[in-house]
Nanobody
Framework: QVHLVESGGGLVQAGGSLRLSCAAS????????MGWFRQAPGKERTFVAS????????FYADFVKGRFTIARENAKNTVSLQMNSLKPEDTAIYYC????????????????WGQGTQVTVFS
């Protein structure tokens, strides 16, 4: 029901910033929780951040608190992830995800996934 396309990934020096964007389309995007996950080579997909259907609540993994900010613009069906103070360990493919639930933070609560965008942080 939801189609997601990520953009904004790239190569950045440690300490720098990137802003990822996710363009969403579908009947449920206006009432769905949205999230960002990441997967490093050889590792499981990991929760990064999510935002409730109305944008009123945001949730973050401990390792990104204070550095990353998730936001959504429902009128444009867009979700962003502002990433500051990037570290080499942030290197991963970042995936946008959508849930049928109004609030979600677990991988199995998200049913729609984008193709991912690569973020590489070098020191």
């Amino acid at each position: 029901q939801v189609h997601l396309v990520e953009s904004g990934g790239g190569l950045v020096q440690a300490g720098g910033s990137l802003r990822l964007s996710c363009a969403a389309s579908g009947r449920t995007v206006g009432s769905s929780a949205m999230g960002w996950f990441r997967q490093a080579p050889g590792k499981e997909r990991t929760f990064v951040a999510s935002i409730s259907w109305n944008g009123g609540s945001a949730f973050y993994a401990d390792f990104v608190k204070g550095r990353f900010t998730i936001a959504r613009e429902n009128a444009k069906n867009t979700v962003s992830l502002q990433m500051n103070s990037l570290k080499p360990e942030d290197t991963a493919i970042y995936y946008c995800a959508a849930s049928r639930l109004p609030v979600a933070s677990m991988s199995n609560q998200f049913g729609s996934w984008g193709q991912g965008t690569q973020v590489t942080v070098f020191s």
